[in-house]
């Protein structure tokens, strides 16, 4: 007899642990609250659909336990995903750095195939459909479909119901105080990709400049993390992958205590010295604006405490070529769920069986995705974790 399997959010784990469910012959409904399957897909990677990334491996990760993480993985990685989607009629691309994408760069192309395969499967879509319970009802499940008055059974129960970013597109974290009454440690949601907020006064002019840089968060002089990549600065303070990886951090820490290093020559002051060194007597801003955007070529001088008219010479002999260029800022928070890209919290990781989702707190109950305490970088790593997770649990959750 066909395994009754409820699956609790449409998103990308839960869309994924569908299909798997019901190529393995399990009897498959699935719930959200929005219109459509995807919806929160269809916004990721500035639509063109940042699936995963050849780099997305355990140690990139931060949860309660990374060796189990590595044990997830190992069972469905980033090469297993990418020839799921090829099955599934998604043929798949990476940029020269890992970043993987649909042939079709369209997020809205990916959502209608899956959805088209849930169809095919006889999966159950049931739309515009909120969830607001479950219980444990002799050894399966019961879910409130809306209120308290009605009920629908289940053998099985997967929550991939994402966690509290974006709560515009559906994703509240409405069923975590369940999940804690079925007995999870639930760490609250905070912003995990968002921007960073900080002290720009000294940087107002810098507004709208973008480059890549090398980025460390500091608490009290000692380095948390570090990162390389793209940032944008802004008029409260900094947003682009390479900070937005760090806001998981912030929020742990108090934030008076917190500082943003931020390199923007890392790697080219060798090509800096030598062009001072074949043009002492020119403006240093003209060596500068080789290597970073206009703007910031002529606010370094003075950040750094020369006049702004410094000859590039000045670097040749006051070791100013090791300091220019690098800056700390005073960080002040985080932009908040609202806008953040992801949002930490959810059940912690341990508390989980890694290769099948599954809890350890209430038999027949498994947790993917958002919902779960684990946090990539940007780049399609988070995605990859609602892949890898919603597989797992469809699977475990369908055999008999």
């Known amino acids: 007899m066909a395994v009754e399997l409820a699956i609790v959010g449409a998103g990308a784990a839960g869309s994924l642990a569908a299909i798997e469910a019901a190529r393995r012959g399990a009897q498959v409904t699935l719930y959200d609250t929005n219109a459509r399957v995807g919806r929160k897909l269809l916004i990721t990677g500035n639509g063109r659909c940042n699936l995963s990334n050849h780099h997305a491996v355990a140690d990139r990760y931060a949860c309660a336990d990374a060796h189990a993480l590595t ?5 469905f990685g980033v090469e297993a995903t990418l020839a799921l989607f090829s099955e599934l009629g998604i043929p798949t691309y990476a940029t020269a750095d890992g970043w993987c994408y649909p042939r079709s760069d369209s997020a809205a192309a990916v959502a209608e195939i899956l959805t088209a395969r849930l169809d095919e499967l006889g999966v159950q879509v049931r739309l515009q459909t909120k969830i607001a319970d479950l219980r444990q009802q002799g050894r399966g499940w019961a879910l409130a479909l809306g209120g308290p008055e009605k009920w629908v059974a289940a053998d099985r129960v997967i ?6 970013a974006y709560p515009a597109l559906g ?9 804690a009454r079925l007995g ?13 907020l ?4 000294a940087l107002q ?12 968060l500091l608490h009290r002089s000692v380095a948390l993390a570090s990162t390389r990549g793209n940032i944008l600065f802004t008029q409260s303070g900094l947003s682009g992958p390479a900070v937005m990886d760090l806001a998981y951090l912030v929020h742990r820490y108090p934030v008076e205590a917190l500082m943003l290093r931020l390199d923007f020559l890392d790697g080219q ?3 800096l010295y030598a062009l001072a060194e074949a043009h002492p007597s020119a403006p240093l801003q003209l060596a500068l604006a080789g290597l970073v955007p206009l703007k910031l070529a002529h606010a370094l001088p003075e950040l750094t405490g020369l006049a702004p008219e410094a000859p590039a010479g000045a670097l040749l002999t006051s070791g100013l070529a090791e300091r220019i260029g690098r800056l700390q800022v005073r960080v002040t928070g985080t932009r908040g769920l609202k806008e953040a890209q992801l949002s930490s919290g959810g059940v912690p990781l341990d508390e989980l069986e890694p290769v099948t989702m599954a809890s350890r707190r209430a038999p027949g109950l498994y947790v993917c995705g958002e919902a779960v305490d684990v946090v990539g970088p940007c780049g399609g790593y988070n995605l990859q974790w609602a892949w890898t997770s919603g597989v797992l649990a469809g699977r475990a959750a369908a055999a008999k």
Request: net charge neutral.
């Open 184 to 196: 999870h440690t639930m760490v609250p949601a905070r912003p995990a990709l968002a921007p960073l």
């Open 171 to 179: 994703s509240r974290g409405e069923l975590w105080p369940v999940l």
């Open 71 to 75: 044990h997830s993985f190992e069972v």
């Open 198 to 201: 900080a002290d720009m006064h």
């Open 159 to 164: 929550v991939a119901c994402g966690g509290a």
């Open 269 to 271: 002051r060798p090509t």
């Open 205 to 216: 002019g810098l507004q709208g400049v973008r480059l890549d840089a090398a980025v460390t």
